[in-house]
């Protein structure tokens, strides 16, 4: 085996993400572990070196999770693992893509934001998820051929450089494995949905002491069954008076109708159903006016998409001599995914034609509908007054009927998303010169293709059955009308992408010469990547074609280069007490003509007064560069993540008055609105500054522990303006809103009919028509082209907050090993701030990113003996206050709602009859604990919120594991 000198030891420590001060989960500490009698910290061999070092005396807080402690928690994948780190909250989870495909799992160190969150595998950069603008999906990890896993709680961009600002979460691959073994694995979902299977083969050959080589494989496969929204009471339904909220949609399977009848009158937003309470199972109709009804879209999603993983996995080591070892890795991981959300909803306003075999002889008008002056009566008389309708009445309608229809009969909307990751590394490490050294070159790529499953339709097909009335918008389809529909369904590519990393590394170290505490050392690296990046969109999708998409779609490219070096030096300047400094150098050139580089430096201490104590620290400042979607993302239409009414033309929910009639045109209440999202070629990287204060410390052989407040700050943020803020406080943010004049548009529309007609060419697009409207515009009588909504170097993040682990074990003789361990995180502060704007505390409180809860914590018991062990684990997350949105504050919806603490407890046993052979049966959320209520509309699913919590409920779980001897 190869050795380490002080300095590379200690420098393997940052490179390689260092050695637990805690083993967080159910881990149980290494100090602790071996322990000698005298209750001084143990020292213990480093992964990788012969050399030993005491296990917590790194000055980086890093938690560890070995392959016992995966076990023992029953995640399957690295999302579900990451999501119980007490210190990451609010990353993307696989129920995020309801409603919108093609998003990753992510992880969220200090939820700050995934992006801040450096992924690695064995140390080295894993290729950005090809779709969207995200980082690394955790799906591309083969957790199955993981030994373990190292969380760096604190900023490295002085080692890695972009990105690692929050902290790193390091994937470590299983080495030097002999043998073969398999093992397979089943949840029973108490309430039902939601199963998964999953099996596995791992095998290896070779010893690198005595064959001086070794060889490992590993394969995994796993089925993650739907869970429907149909499945699960406290998501069922869009309609929730409990919290005050109606998420169901104006755009229906049945429309709300526009239309002229046979006296003249015009109506605006009247469904047909609404005289019998909007009764319709068939569309899933419910009450949302005195004349119109909305559609319950909830009973059509799901609330966990049905998904397949498969990986293969393969590293092989050779050892030339005592000074080289070549290495090569290989990584292969496929996912599948189908998300089913609602049917598609027209967005562009329908017209019937009054010929149609459909078109209604009359239409109900319910009761209490509201009558305006000067309206002509079924007899011929005509109201002198505003006046309510006294019992439901037949009305002849005479005009085209308008309205925004829903595809109910051609089912829900699916997307179907395979997403490929393949990953290279080649390399080699060894000793030369007195110089321990290691170098790679890494090849990662990521491919998404997203598909268009069943229930995704063309406007370009459908409208022009619509407008010859052939198919059925007021009920029922029959035989040749659900035909034509169906035919209209889209299939094949509708968008995906391709993102390729490659990279050459080099770092060496030495220690230099003596002093009287020990040596110093010092090291030295460098790297250079090429990143490429493809999204590509069908022409359905560039062209905003699909029914109840989300809008343009354009693709992007680019490619940029990145230079990189870094250097660190570990001096002790006496017995105790050790300083490092480190920094890395990073230039940017991008291939679409800009160019930016960073210097980011970090210094940190350890203190070791006693043998049983150590304090440590660090400062540092970080960066995080502009993604190349960032950059070269389009100005393109899109629409909001929530429901929100227009704040001019129907606030609160309530239609204005004004000359061109609310909902005339389009759906302006209590909708999805459009808006306009932009890259940004000029924006500047983000800047963080951190640091951290902490002891490590072991009073007995039994107790050991650490305690860390860290604080970040975080400026020249990249975000899009928020949604949130801007329907927030309208008339602050007046300048992101784009109003048309419908009389232009309209007069634009009908030159163009003409122009076309006649083989002309198009007319001009008018100023003031919905392709270029009048900016920060707030007349009432003019409806919203959009709300713009580009990238921006808007402001800061800042958080802070203390990590506390405790770790107990106690080897009671014949009576087995009994341990606990508490790990937590409390935050102290934390939010952000827009330029110009004062700071906004989401501590506790559901703001624009989401809530950040002031304490999460994981507390485990474990208890062994001969063939058997268990556990026993309590996951809490405290609760805060909920999303409210400002224009539906009122009786029923008050300003100030708490959500709950989500607390569950977990169980497992295992046990192991053979050798070869070991069997954990395990629960999870033993009471079968629902989410707390929420009434947050980030996602589609209601009720609840899908990112921090999970809807399974009781979940029995079984694993077999068999080794061949």
């Not at 109708?257 to 046979?262: A, I, N, R, V, Y």
């Not at 050779?318 to 290495?327: A, C, D, I, P, S």
């Not at 508490?822 to 004062?838: I, N």
Request: glycine share 10%.
């Amino acid at each position: 085996m190869m050795t380490e000198t002080v300095l590379s030891r200690s420098l393997r420590l940052v490179f390689s993400g260092g050695i637990a001060v805690g083993l967080g989960l159910a881990a149980l500490p290494a100090v602790a572990q071996t322990a000698s009698q005298d209750n001084s910290m143990q020292r213990v061999e480093i992964t990788g070196s012969s050399i030993k070092r005491v296990a917590a005396e790194t000055a980086l807080p890093v938690t560890i999770l070995r392959r016992e402690d995966i076990e023992r928690t029953g995640a399957t994948s690295a999302q579900d693992l990451v999501n119980l780190i007490p210190g990451n909250f609010g990353g993307n989870v696989a129920s995020n893509n309801v409603g919108a495909s093609g998003v990753p799992s992510t992880a969220n160190l200090r939820a700050l934001g995934a992006r801040y969150t450096l992924v690695l595998l064995n140390g080295r950069r894993v290729a950005n998820y090809a779709v969207g603008n995200n980082p690394v999906d955790l799906n591309s990890i083969p957790l199955s051929a993981i030994e373990r896993i190292e969380v760096l709680r604190d900023g490295a961009s002085a080692v890695y450089g972009a990105d690692a600002i929050a902290g790193v979460i390091n994937f470590i691959l299983k080495k030097d494995y002999k043998g073969m073994e398999v093992s397979a694995y089943k949840t029973h979902v108490d309430q039902g949905g939601g199963n998964t299977t999953s099996f596995n083969l791992t095998g290896g050959f070779g010893d690198i002491a005595t064959d001086r080589f070794n060889v490992l494989f590993s394969a995994n496969h796993e089925e993650n069954d739907k869970l429907q929204a149909s499945d699960r009471s406290f998501s069922t339904t869009s309609v929730r008076p409990d919290l005050g909220i109606n998420k169901s949609s104006p755009r229906n399977g049945v429309p709300n109708l526009k239309f002229t009848d046979s006296q003249g009158n015009n109506y605006v937003g009247v469904n047909p159903y609404r005289y019998n309470g909007c009764k319709n199972d068939e569309f899933s109709l419910v009450v949302i006016s005195e004349k119109g009804c909305g559609t319950d879209y909830v009973k059509y999603i799901d609330l966990v998409p049905e998904a397949k993983h498969d990986n293969i996995v393969t590293r092989a080591v050779f050892k030339v001599n005592e000074g080289l070892e070549l290495f090569a890795e290989a990584a292969y991981t496929r996912d599948k995914m189908i998300a089913a959300a609602s049917p598609a909803p027209y967005t562009n306003q329908m017209k019937y034609p009054t010929n149609g075999r459909f078109y209604p002889k009359t239409i109900k008008l319910p009761k209490g509908l509201k009558l305006p002056a000067g309206y002509k009566m079924p007899n011929g008389t005509v109201t002198t007054a505003e006046s309510v309708l006294a019992a439901d009445m037949d009305v002849t309608p005479t005009s085209e009927l308008e309205g925004t229809w829903r595809t109910v009969a051609g089912g829900g909307r699916n997307d179907l998303t395979k997403t490929e990751n393949t990953r290279i590394v080649v390399g080699a490490k060894g000793t030369m010169a007195g110089w321990d050294y290691e170098t790679a070159l890494t090849y990662g790529k990521n491919e998404v293709e997203i598909q268009f499953g069943p229930g995704k339709f063309s406007y370009a097909k459908l409208e022009p059955l619509v407008k010859k009335g052939e198919i059925n918008v007021f009920g029922t389809q029959d035989e040749a009308s659900k035909a034509a529909l169906l035919g209209s369904q889209l299939s094949g590519f509708e968008n995906g992408g391709v993102s390729i990393s490659k990279e050459l590394d080099f770092k060496m170290s030495k220690e230099l010469f003596n002093l009287p505490a020990g040596a110093v050392g010092f090291s030295v690296g460098t790297s250079y990547r090429k990143e490429k990046l493809t999204q590509e969109s069908s022409d359905v999708l560039k062209n905003g074609d699909e029914v109840g998409g989300a809008g343009e779609v354009p693709g992007v490219s680019g490619d940029r280069k990145v230079f990189g070096l870094f250097s660190e030096v570990v001096v002790p300047v006496v017995k105790g007490l050790e300083l490092s400094g480190a920094a890395r150098y990073d230039k940017y050139k991008n291939g679409f003509g800009t160019a930016f580089d960073n210097l980011s430096p970090k210094l940190s201490f350890t203190y070791r007064p006693t043998s049983v104590i150590m304090a440590r620290g660090s400062v540092a400042r970080g960066f995080r560069a502009p993604t190349l979607v960032d950059n070269l993302n389009p100005k393109a239409l899109n629409n909001t993540s929530s429901n929100f009414s227009d704040p001019v033309r129907c606030p609160k929910g309530q239609e204005v008055d004004s000359i061109n009639k609310v909902g005339d045109r389009q759906d302006e209440c209590n909708v999805q609105l459009t808006t306009q999202n932009s890259g940004n070629p000029d924006l500047k990287p983000e800047k963080s500054k951190q640091y951290t204060l902490g002891l490590v410390f072991q009073p007995t052989s039994t107790i050991s522990g650490s305690i860390d407040y860290w604080n970040v700050k975080i400026d020249k943020s990249i975000n899009a303006m928020s949604e949130n803020t801007v329907f927030g406080d309208p008339v602050a943010n007046l300048s992101q809103f784009y109003r048309y004049d419908p009389a232009i548009e309209k007069k634009y529309e009908e030159d163009k009919e003409l122009a076309l007609a006649n083989n002309l060419p198009p007319p001009p697009v008018p100023v003031g028509g919905i392709k270029l409207p009048y900016a920060a515009n707030a007349n009432k009588d003019f409806p919203l082209a959009y709300v713009a909504l580009p990238r921006v170097n808007t402001g800061k993040f800042y958080a802070a907050g203390v990590d506390l682990n405790l770790n107990y074990r106690q080897k009671m003789g014949d009576m087995g090993t009994l341990g606990a361990n508490f790990d937590s995180t409390y935050y102290s502060k934390h939010g952000y701030q827009y330029a110009g704007s004062p700071e906004v505390s989401d501590l506790g409180n559901y703001k624009d990113f989401g809530p950040t809860p002031r304490f999460r914590h994981m507390l485990s018991l474990n208890y062994g003996i001969g063939q058997w062990s268990a556990s026993v684990t309590h996951n809490y997350t405290k609760g805060y206050w909920d999303f409210t949105d400002p224009a539906e504050i009122g009786p029923e919806y008050p300003e100030l709602r708490k959500v709950g603490a989500y607390s569950t407890f977990d169980a497992t046993l295992g046990w192991k009859p053979m050798k070869n052979v070991s069997m954990t049966f395990g629960i999870k959320n033993i009471a079968d604990e629902d989410p707390p209520s929420s009434r947050n509309a980030a996602n589609f699913q209601v009720g609840y919120d899908p990112t921090f919590t999970n809807p399974l409920g009781r979940t029995f779980y079984a694993r077999l594991n068999y080794k061949f001897l």
